[in-house]
């Protein structure tokens, strides 16, 4: 073998040896999200394609490994003629102890939900829930409630209310319903009971959860409450 062919023999060497590094970079980064994502479009991608977006766009093989936008879930919009303000209430009462946690003071937290004008110069109102992301990267939505928006005093005398939600369950789960009926012109409340409920989040992050001990039975809560 002449010099040149060597030369040639060498050059060819690199390049081969350069591409199966590329591919391994490729099949080691990128490839396997690429096929798991061929799965769901119907669109497998080949070794012999990703290596060739490497090579004309190195900033998509980094693409291949982002994790999805998250998905914005929505409540449908109030029916009402009226727009829809909100208010939590932290309550206490210092004369009654709580019934699942000796101790401690009966504590609860209270939506209220009601006709309101000036909507616009108060901020939209987060689901009254311990998690605004859920696992998967699902945003819940924010409501149609504003957070301290004066009532619309034109809705007049406003019939109450009163949302109590079923064992272990929790003052947003109706959000969607308390809304609309206080587009309607109603004053719902909303509340939790407070370790009855599976998760209850107060002022300054504090969590309390279910405390009930096992085998309760509905006449002891239904009293309780």
Sequence with gaps: MGKHARRRQSRLGARVAGTTGALAVVLSAGVGSAAAAGKSTGTPMTAAAALDDVAQAPHQAAALDAPPAPGQLALPAPTGRYRVGTVDLHLRDAS??????????????????????????????QLPVSQQVLPGGVTLPTTAGHTGAPV??????????????????????STALGQDLASRGYL???????????????????????????????????FIR
């Design 188 to 222: 719902v409340i909303t509340l939790d009971h407070t370790h009855d409920s599976g998760d209850v989040v107060f002022p300054g992050g504090r969590h309390e959860v279910n405390m009930m001990p096992p085998g309760t039975h509905y006449p002891e809560v239904d």
């Design 152 to 173: 619309d005093r034109r809705a007049g005398k406003l019939p109450v209310l009163l949302y109590s939600p079923g064992l272990h369950g929790h003052r947003g789960q």
């Design 96 to 125: 009654r102890m709580d019934p699942w946690m000796p101790g401690q003071q009966r504590e609860l937290m209270v939506s209220l939900w009601y006709p309101a004008t000036h909507t616009s110069n108060y901020p939209a109102a």
